[in-house]
């Protein structure tokens, strides 16, 4: 098998193989005998059918299925041979087969960057650090407060959080469009369940009051016929309705899983748990950071094949999402939108990898234990779950690849300086 390789771009390389015909010729041969003795042909009993006939019948299928195998397995041979670390699969493009002469075909793909990873040496990283006070606890008990709260009518203008019961009916150019029209449709003021401008224009209307709004659906909207184009809708008010929010008492308290209804130990259970959310997050912060600069430091030329296989798991990701929300007609994401993430993803991707072999880093398994348990901590039996992660192969790689880039994390901060800005614990959770 003679080998040739040319560069024919900053990372694309074009691998022309000859392979030689005799062995060509060899397994094509052996690949008809052993179809032979199994085939079932008219006119024959089932393995008894000649060669010739079977060529006849079959020999371009095994042909192809024998060049297929040959260009597959001295592709990996090749790049074993040149020493070459592809990205992302080849693409092959076989010469003409002349019966006697060496098969010839070239694979074209592209290899990952050579580099070296520039670190944190003299740099600076804003590490975010919070404290969790007895008024994010009230706080957090009048958010759910809220999420439990009742709704009854009353007798004046709505307002920002009331429900209020409309009909409306929406207009694109003066026509009515698919979907736009509903009766007794409710929805709570401020929600952001509407399209922009939609809730606020509403806000000051009374029951059996009659208005048409303007308004402009997004340009992202997930109906091409309606992004980005001005409407108009006529809003009948049915029903305008108060919100009446629980009292925090024993039932309130039960509710969350505190049997007795002891208002203390319920306070210290959300402590832990809001604690718990606070570290997470502060730590993805950090990592976040980290990463962001190490970018910020290391520019260079990211595969195609890798970002386009990227942009294909975020556009399959996000029409799951859509069809999750009823939208099951929804058509894929135009690629442009998530090609700057998809790069930015691929790259530290390639960053991570080279730091971990650069430092032989290996998956702390107390790491990965811990991770496996504050994952497990919400549900109402953990030791399953724990167990559910340690026995399932996919699951467990995942907690070790976040473990990695939290060591990775670790590795790079050792030569920054850390920079400690305190943050409000509202402020904080408010931007995830």
């Avoid at 008894?48 to 020999?59: D, E, F, L, Q």
């Avoid at 809730?199 to 109906?223: C, L, Q, R, W």
Wanted: proline letters at 3%; aromatic letters at 8%; charged letters at 35%.
């Amino acid at each position: 098998m003679q080998v040739t390789v040319e560069n024919t771009g900053a990372l694309e390389r074009k691998m022309t193989i000859q392979y030689p015909w005799d062995e060509v010729e060899t397994r094509e041969s052996d690949a008809l005998k052993k179809l032979q003795k199994k085939a079932k042909i008219d006119g024959f009993r089932p393995g008894k059918a000649p060669m010739t006939v079977i060529k006849k019948y079959h020999g371009d299928r095994v042909r192809y299925d024998v060049i297929s195998d040959i260009m597959r397995h001295s592709y990996f041979e090749a790049i074993q041979k040149e020493d070459l670390s592809p990205a992302g699969y080849p693409f092959f493009d076989p010469k003409e087969i002349k019966e006697g002469e060496d098969f010839e075909f070239i694979a074209t793909f592209e290899v990952f960057p050579e580099f070296e990873v520039v670190e944190l040496d003299g740099q600076t990283i804003e590490r975010e650090v919070a404290e969790l006070k007895d008024s994010d606890i009230d706080a957090t008990i009048e958010k759910l407060r809220k999420q439990m709260q009742s709704f009854e009518k009353v007798d004046r203008a709505c307002d920002n959080a009331d429900e209020v019961t409309i009909h409306f009916e929406g207009f694109v150019d003066g026509d009515a469009f698919e979907g736009g029209k509903a009766e007794n449709f409710k929805i709570v003021l401020g929600s952001n369940r509407m399209i922009p401008g939609f809730e606020s224009a509403i806000i000051g209307m009374n029951a059996g009051e009659d208005k048409t709004i303007d308004v402009e659906f997004p340009k992202e909207y997930h109906s091409e016929a309606l992004a980005g184009k001005p409407a108009q809708f006529k809003i009948h008010m049915v029903e305008v309705a108060g919100a009446v929010l629980p009292e925090v008492d024993a039932e309130f308290i039960k509710r969350y899983g505190v049997e007795d209804g002891d208002i203390n130990k319920f306070k210290d259970e959300l402590r832990n748990e809001l604690q718990r959310e606070l570290d997470i997050t502060l730590k993805t912060k950090l990592k976040k950071a980290v990463f962001d600069k190490t970018l910020e430091l290391n520019s260079f030329e990211v595969p195609k094949a890798l970002i386009d296989n990227e942009i294909k798991q975020m556009q399959d990701a996000q029409v799951k999402q859509m069809q999750q929300y009823g939208l099951k007609d929804s058509k894929i994401p135009a690629a442009e939108l998530f090609e700057e993430e998809a790069k930015k993803r691929v790259a530290l991707g390639i960053i991570v990898d080279k730091l971990i072999k650069k430092y032989d880093v290996k998956p702390d398994a107390d790491k990965v234990k811990t991770l496996i348990e504050q994952r497990a901590s919400v549900y109402d039996q953990p030791e399953e779950i724990v167990n559910a992660f340690y026995a399932n192969e996919k699951l467990l790689n995942e907690m070790q690849d976040i473990a990695l880039e939290e060591q990775i994390v670790e590795t790079l901060i050792k030569s920054a300086t850390l920079k400690e800005v305190e943050k409000s614990f509202a402020d904080l959770m408010g931007q995830q």
